[in-house]
């Protein structure tokens, strides 16, 4: 472990964790975080801070923050009670089963690029429903900082004119090429980036609250440019999209209670999967950077993502089988199948669960997503992860409105017993059905110890977000690092298919020799989601952000 931290040291530089004592906001751009911490300073609570940061985020972090997406938003109160808002993009009525099934009978790009890869947007009214249920502040004090933001612009970062610079496919729609580039040339750092549009769209929800998009002058905007570019969303999808509440999903590992993300996400029964397969194994003995720890963490992995394939959608039209998932006798057998010397390959790794239960799910959820952490003074903490999907979305502004749209439909099924672009089989389970909720790897985690909040973290990330997230997890829980640490630490991913096991940089060279001599094909990766945490130690709030990247972590 000394080893791989001072590797740390070299390449990231030594970075303590921000502490704080009476509230904190972890996120991805920093002005939106700034925007959370001061909700807090002025007697907001959690949720009220988490729902400004949501639509800062949508104005300042545009690659992935949104009022065009959706996602999922975890809450636990100070007094122990927990909530779950699936605010998760919906098929619209008029999608069918095999819409990006082209003429030759294989999947279309149709589910990326263009107006009938949106699904319909749920970000809007899962701040709502959370406002509703938890905000104590004025809704739309809330969303007033994003439309100063939006309506006066702000300075485009480093970061974010790279990332327009990289994403030509904003070129490509003649409404995000007006307001992604300026003049026709590529924003710079320190240039003003002002969305006028977006600031009127806006201040129909501050004014209206959720009615002011899924009803009136944007909900008709928004379904005359759809029925004019050939997409799929009309008015009466809008007018009926749900919110809904589910049971948080729970689990214990050691001495600490997990809350964590239930189906149609798949990440919370991966987490609560893999670490239940973990606990007993001996495997951290090594050390996080030892061949022993990588090993049976990617074997975990590997019988994961397996189960994944065939067991996980939207439980609204499948019975997902979360228990018996999670059964202890199915754990021990899928622990007593990992051989302590050897990588298994993958091609002898199957669905564990009896065939009756087979379904088969695919899942291909893009990388561009945005995750926030807030605790506040007394205790209320959130986990939000919202969405576009991939970066930008499908790129395309909706005329007038000033936002992106998802190309969300491209995380159903397009063709099952069609390889994804993971290669990956995907089966009925995510085949596309009308108001159905794809499958998502999206994996916002509560952990309390002895009753008391402890840790709130999450991240963006595409399949890599729940390896990710449970990583970040093992190095507070089981390495007793702080959360900078644990996040700035290298990962890896194991994705039962393809067959290869993927390291960030920074592993030592005699893990990665053992790693091979056990059967393991590596191959380097320069992502492993990007993980944001809280962690409360002696009464005081540590967070941390990836050093890698820009984020923020805010506190007072």
């Known amino acids: 472990m000394c080893l791989l931290a001072c590797v740390l040291s070299v390449v990231l530089g030594a970075k303590n964790p921000v502490t704080a004592k009476h509230g904190m906001v972890v996120a991805q751009e920093p002005l939106a975080a700034d925007i959370g911490l001061d909700v807090l300073k002025h007697g907001g609570n959690a949720v009220d801070a988490a729902i400004a940061v949501g639509f800062a985020l949508a104005v300042t972090h545009p690659v992935a923050g949104n009022i065009g997406g959706g996602g999922f938003m975890l809450v636990r109160e100070a007094d122990g009670r927990t909530d779950f808002l699936d605010f998760r993009e919906a098929a619209p009525e008029r999608a069918t089963r095999d819409m990006y099934v082209g003429v030759n009978g294989e ?131 809008l007018n009926s999209y749900k919110v809904i509440g589910r049971a948080s999903l729970i689990g214990d590992y050691k001495a600490f209670h997990l809350i964590t993300a239930p189906p149609p ?35 975990a992995m590997r019988r994961f993502y397996a189960d ?55 899942w291909k959820e893009n990388q561009e997503t945005t995750h926030y952490n807030v605790v506040d003074e007394k205790g209320n903490a959130v986990a939000v992860t919202y969405t576009l999907n991939n970066s930008y979305g499908n790129a395309i502004t909706v005329p007038g409105l000033g936002f992106l749209l998802n190309d969300e439909m491209d995380d159903f099924v397009a063709k099952p017993g069609a390889p994804n672009m993971f290669g990956l089989v995907g089966g009925d389970a995510n085949a596309i059905q009308p108001g159905k909720r794809p499958l998502s790897s999206m994996t916002p985690t509560i952990i309390t110890r002895d009753g008391k909040l402890f840790m709130v973290v999450g991240a963006p990330g595409g399949s890599r977000i729940t390896t990710g997230v449970m990583e970040v997890i093992l190095n507070v829980l089981d390495f007793h690092m702080n959360p900078q640490d644990a996040v700035d630490l290298p990962r890896f991913h194991e994705q039962w298919k ?42 005081m709030l540590q967070g941390g952000t990836e050093s890698r990247y820009q984020g923020k972590v805010a506190g007072y």
């Open 107 to 237: 999947p279309t790009r149709d589910s990326i690029f263009g107006w009938r890869s949106s699904g319909v947007p749920g970000s809007v009214m899962g701040f709502e429903a959370a406002h509703k249920n938890f905000g104590t502040k004025p809704w739309a004090r809330l969303v007033a900082p994003a439309i100063q933001l939006a309506r006066n612009g702000f300075p485009v970062t480093q970061p974010l004119a790279e990332s327009l610079q990289r994403t030509h496919s904003l070129e490509t729609d003649p409404e995000s090429k007006r307001i992604f580039l300026k003049n026709g040339t590529y924003y710079k750092p320190g240039d003003l980036l002002k969305q006028p549009e977006l600031a009127s769209t806006l201040d129909r929800v501050a004014e209206h609250g959720a009615s002011g998009f899924y009803e009136g002058e944007t909900a008709k905007t928004l379904a005359r440019e759809m029925a004019a570019h050939g997409g799929l969303i009309t008015e009466q999808d």
């Open 265 to 299: 996400s798949a990440g919370g029964v991966g987490l609560l999967q893999m670490m239940d397969v973990l606990e007993g194994t001996g495997y951290a003995s090594g050390g996080p950077d030892s061949a022993k720890a990588v090993h049976y963490e990617a074997e």
């Open 308 to 362: 994944r394939s065939e067991y996980l959608g939207d439980p609204g039209f499948y019975n997902v089988p979360v228990r018996q998932l999670l059964d202890p006798k199915y754990i021990a057998s899928r622990r007593s199948s990992i051989d302590p010397t050897r990588a298994t390959p993958s091609a002898l790794v199957a669905p564990g669960l009896p065939k009756s239960l087979d379904a088969g799910v695919s």
């Open 498 to 539: 393809p067959d290869f096991l993927y390291l960030q940089e920074g592993f030592p060279e005699t893990a990665k020799e053992a790693l091979k001599q056990m059967g393991y094909e590596l191959r380097p990766i320069d992502s492993v989601a990007r993980v944001e945490a809280i962690v409360v130690d002696g009464g």
